[in-house]
C-alpha cells in the first residue's frame, strides 16, 4: 500500500474537516494510506506570509518538510495553499546553498533537512497512484446526469516553471476524473480565473475577493451547472461561504453547490453523503437529489 | 502621489536603487537571476491584461513593477495597490519578457511589511500563526463537526503538539518575524 504523510493545514481541518474525512476514507478505500504529521503547522500560506517574511515562511515550511523525511514518506495535500508553499519549498531547498541557509536555521530547533521529500496534490496521487483504470473498477455509483464544472484555483497549476503541470488554461484534470465517474463535464467562461482569496485579499479586502468570486460564479451560472469541483481548501472555502456572503449581501439569488474533488470521488465510491461532509459545506448539496440519494 | 517632474528627479538621482534592493532581499529565497528579469519590463502590458484584480480595482500591475523600477520607495510602499494582488500568477505566466513579477510583488510586500505597512487584518493572522501554528483558530462548531466526521476534536498537529508550537516560535523568533510583528501592532 502506497503511504502518504497528509499536510493538513489550517482550512481543510478547522474549517472544512469533511474534506479531510473525506480524502482519509477514500483514499483508503482505493489503496492509499494517509499518515498523520505530527506537530505540524500552517504550510505557511505562500501569498500571506510569503508577503511578510520570505525566510519565515521558507523555514517553517522546511519544518514541515521534515516532519514527512522523518517518517521516511513523500506529502499529499489538498490545499492549493499548502501545495503552493511545500512544494515550492521543495523545488527551492533541492538547491544546496539555499539548503544550507535555511539548516542553519533548522538548527537552533535541531532539524535539518536533506532536500528530497517530494510534494503532491491529492489530484496526482488520484491519477498517480491510484490510477484510471484501477478507479474505474472500484466506481459503484456513477454519478449519471450530473453538471459538473471543474475551479483548479492558482497555486497547484502556476508558476508552470515550479509545478511542472502545463499551461493553466490546458489542464483537464478534474474534467476527465468527473467523466471517467460519469459525470459531464461542462467549460465555462474564463475557468482559469482565481477564486479571489489568496494573497491575503479575503482578508484584506473581502468586497474585491467576493467580486472575484461573484463574476466566477455568474459564468456557472450561465452554463447551469449542478455543481462546482474543486482541489484547494481556500477556493473552497472562498467559492463555498463566499457564495453565502455574496447572497447575504443581496448581490448572489441562488447559490451553485460547491464539492471538494475527493469529496466528488466519495460519491462515486458510494460512500454516504454525510460521512463525506457534504452537508457540511454551506452550499446544500441539491445535487444528491439528481443522483437519487437525497434526504 | 509625487508629480511627474519629482518623480523624474527621484529616478535620475536614485536609479534602480529599490529595484537592486528588491532583488537583493527576494534572493534570500528565490534564484537571483529570476529576479534581475525586473530590469528587462517593457511596459507591455500582457500583465495588466490578464490580471483579474486590475479588472475590478484601480491597480495597475505593471505600474508597480514601473514605480520598482523608478525607486518610487515611498509611494510604492505606503500604496494599498501592493496588497490588491490575489498571487495568482496570470501576470507572471503571460510576460513575454520573462518577469517573475508575483515574486516581485511578494518581495515588494515583504519591505513593505517591515516598514510596519501591514493592514490589521494580516496582522492578525500572522497573531494567529505565532500562538497557535495556524492562520484561523479552531472553534467550538468545528470541533464537534471533527468528532461528528469521525475525526478526533483537534488534528494531530501543533493544537496537540506544544514542543512544535515553540519550534515555530524559535523559527520566527531567529528569522526575526516576530520582531516585525510586534513592531507593526
Same mark, same amino acid.
Given at each position: 500500500?502506497?503511504?502518504?504523510?497528509?499536510?493538513?493545514?489550517?482550512?481543510?481541518?478547522?474549517?472544512?474537516?469533511?474534506?479531510?474525512?473525506?480524502?482519509?476514507?477514500?483514499?483508503?478505500? +482505493?489503496?492509499?494510506?494517509?499518515?498523520?504529521?505530527?506537530?505540524?503547522?500552517?504550510?505557511?500560506?505562500? @501569498? %500571506?506570509?510569503?508577503?511578510?517574511?520570505?525566510?519565515?515562511?521558507?523555514?517553517?515550511?522546511?519544518?514541515?518538510?521534515?516532519?514527512?523525511?522523518?517518517?521516511?514518506?513523500?506529502?499529499? %495535500?489538498?490545499?492549493?495553499?499548502?501545495? @503552493?508553499?511545500?512544494?515550492?519549498?521543495?523545488?527551492?531547498?533541492?538547491?544546496?546553498?539555499?539548503?544550507?541557509? %535555511?539548516?542553519?536555521?533548522?538548527?537552533?530547533?535541531?532539524?535539518?533537512?536533506?532536500?528530497?521529500?517530494?510534494?503532491? !496534490?491529492?489530484?496526482?496521487? $488520484?491519477?498517480?497512484?491510484?490510477?484510471?483504470?484501477?478507479?474505474?473498477?472500484?466506481?459503484?455509483?456513477?454519478?449519471?446526469?450530473?453538471? #459538473?464544472?471543474?475551479?483548479? @484555483?492558482?497555486?497547484?497549476?502556476?508558476?508552470?516553471?515550479?509545478?511542472? !503541470?502545463? $499551461?493553466?488554461?490546458?489542464?483537464?484534470?478534474?474534467?476527465? +476524473?468527473?467523466? +471517467?465517474?460519469?459525470?459531464?463535464?461542462?467549460?465555462?467562461?474564463?475557468? @482559469?480565473?482565481?477564486?479571489?482569496?489568496?494573497?491575503?485579499?479575503?482578508?484584506?479586502?473581502?468586497?474585491?475577493?467576493?467580486?472575484?468570486?461573484?463574476?466566477?460564479?455568474?459564468?456557472?451560472?450561465? #452554463?447551469?451547472?449542478?455543481?462546482?469541483?474543486?482541489?484547494?481548501?481556500?477556493?473552497?472555502?472562498?467559492?463555498?461561504?463566499?457564495?453565502?456572503?455574496?447572497?447575504?449581501?443581496?448581490?448572489?439569488?441562488?447559490?451553485?453547490? #460547491?464539492?471538494?474533488?475527493?469529496?466528488?470521488?466519495?460519491?462515486?465510491?458510494?460512500?454516504?453523503?454525510?460521512?463525506?461532509?457534504?452537508?457540511?459545506?454551506?452550499?446544500?448539496?441539491?445535487?444528491?437529489?439528481?443522483?437519487?440519494?437525497?434526504? | 502621489?509625487?508629480?511627474?517632474?519629482?518623480?523624474?528627479?527621484?529616478?535620475?538621482?536614485?536609479?534602480?536603487?529599490?529595484?537592486?534592493?528588491?532583488? &537583493?532581499?527576494?534572493?534570500?529565497?528565490?534564484?537571483?537571476?529570476?529576479?534581475?528579469? =525586473?530590469?528587462?519590463?517593457?511596459?507591455?502590458?500582457?500583465?495588466?491584461?490578464?490580471?483579474?484584480?486590475?479588472?475590478?480595482?484601480?491597480?495597475?500591475?505593471?505600474?508597480?513593477?514601473?514605480?520598482?523600477?523608478?525607486?518610487?520607495?515611498?509611494?510604492?510602499? &505606503?500604496?494599498?495597490?501592493?496588497?490588491?494582488?490575489?498571487?495568482?500568477?496570470?501576470?507572471?505566466?503571460?510576460?513575454?519578457?520573462?518577469?517573475?513579477?508575483?515574486?516581485?510583488?511578494?518581495?515588494?510586500?515583504?519591505?513593505?511589511?517591515?516598514?510596519?505597512?501591514?493592514?490589521?487584518?494580516?496582522?492578525?493572522?500572522?497573531?494567529?500563526?505565532?500562538?497557535?501554528?495556524?492562520?484561523?483558530?479552531?472553534?467550538?462548531?468545528?470541533?464537534?463537526?471533527?468528532?461528528?466526521?469521525?475525526?478526533?476534536?483537534?488534528?494531530?498537529?501543533?493544537?496537540?503538539?506544544?514542543? =512544535?508550537?515553540?519550534?515555530?516560535?524559535?523559527?520566527?523568533?531567529?528569522?526575526?518575524?516576530? &520582531?516585525?510583528?510586534?513592531?507593526?501592532?
Amino acid at each position: 500500500m502506497k503511504s502518504y504523510a497528509y499536510f493538513l493545514g489550517c482550512l481543510t481541518p478547522l474549517r472544512y474537516p469533511g474534506i479531510e474525512a473525506t480524502t482519509k476514507i477514500s483514499m483508503k478505500q +482505493l489503496g492509499v494510506e494517509l499518515l498523520d504529521m505530527k506537530g505540524a503547522t500552517c504550510c505557511p500560506a505562500p @501569498g %500571506v506570509f510569503g508577503s511578510f517574511d520570505l525566510q519565515y515562511w521558507l523555514s517553517v515550511a522546511a519544518r514541515n518538510l521534515v516532519i514527512a523525511q522523518d517518517m521516511g514518506v513523500d506529502i499529499a %495535500v489538498t490545499c492549493n495553499g499548502c501545495y @503552493g508553499t511545500l512544494q515550492e519549498a521543495s523545488h527551492l531547498l533541492e538547491d544546496e546553498d539555499r539548503r544550507k541557509r %535555511v539548516n542553519d536555521l533548522l538548527g537552533k530547533i535541531g532539524k535539518s533537512y536533506a532536500g528530497k521529500t517530494k510534494v503532491k !496534490h491529492v489530484n496526482e496521487v $488520484i491519477s498517480g497512484d491510484v490510477g484510471f483504470e484501477n478507479l474505474k473498477n472500484k466506481m459503484v455509483k456513477p454519478l449519471k446526469g450530473l453538471r #459538473v464544472v471543474a475551479h483548479y @484555483g492558482c497555486h497547484y497549476l502556476k508558476p508552470r516553471k515550479v509545478r511542472g !503541470h502545463g $499551461i493553466f488554461e490546458q489542464y483537464h484534470f478534474i474534467d476527465d +476524473l468527473a467523466k +471517467l465517474l460519469g459525470a459531464e463535464a461542462i467549460e465555462y467562461k474564463d475557468k @482559469g480565473m482565481c477564486c479571489g482569496a489568496g494573497g491575503g485579499v479575503r482578508s484584506g479586502e473581502l468586497d474585491v475577493a467576493l467580486d472575484f468570486t461573484l463574476e466566477k460564479i455568474k459564468n456557472i451560472a450561465n #452554463v447551469k451547472a449542478d455543481c462546482i469541483v474543486n482541489p484547494c481548501a481556500f477556493c473552497h472555502l472562498q467559492l463555498d461561504r463566499g457564495q453565502i456572503e455574496l447572497r447575504d449581501r443581496g448581490l448572489l439569488k441562488d447559490t451553485i453547490p #460547491v464539492v471538494f474533488v475527493t469529496q466528488l470521488l466519495g460519491l462515486a465510491l458510494g460512500l454516504p453523503p454525510k460521512n463525506l461532509g457534504l452537508y457540511d459545506n454551506l452550499t446544500q448539496p441539491t445535487y444528491l437529489e439528481k443522483l437519487g440519494l437525497g434526504g | 502621489m509625487k508629480s511627474p517632474i519629482e518623480r523624474k528627479v527621484i529616478a535620475v538621482e536614485a536609479p534602480w536603487l529599490l529595484l537592486e534592493e528588491v532583488i &537583493n532581499r527576494g534572493s534570500t529565497t528565490f534564484p537571483k537571476e529570476d529576479l534581475k528579469t =525586473a530590469y528587462d519590463c517593457i511596459q507591455c502590458g500582457e500583465c495588466v491584461g490578464g490580471c483579474p484584480s486590475g479588472r475590478r480595482t484601480g491597480w495597475h500591475v505593471r505600474s508597480t513593477i514601473r514605480k520598482m523600477q523608478l525607486g518610487l520607495r515611498e509611494e510604492l510602499l &505606503n500604496s494599498d495597490e501592493i496588497w490588491l494582488c490575489t498571487t495568482c500568477y496570470t501576470c507572471q505566466e503571460r510576460c513575454p519578457r520573462q518577469l517573475m513579477i508575483t515574486d516581485l510583488v511578494r518581495t515588494i510586500r515583504n519591505i513593505a511589511f517591515e516598514q510596519g505597512h501591514a493592514k490589521d487584518s494580516h496582522l492578525k493572522i500572522a497573531k494567529n500563526m505565532l500562538e497557535l501554528g495556524h492562520t484561523v483558530p479552531p472553534t467550538e462548531e468545528m470541533k464537534k463537526m471533527r468528532e461528528r466526521l469521525g475525526l478526533n476534536a483537534l488534528p494531530p498537529t501543533a493544537l496537540q503538539f506544544p514542543e =512544535a508550537l515553540s519550534e515555530v516560535k524559535k523559527l520566527a523568533e531567529a528569522t526575526g518575524f516576530s &520582531n516585525k510583528v510586534s513592531k507593526a501592532k
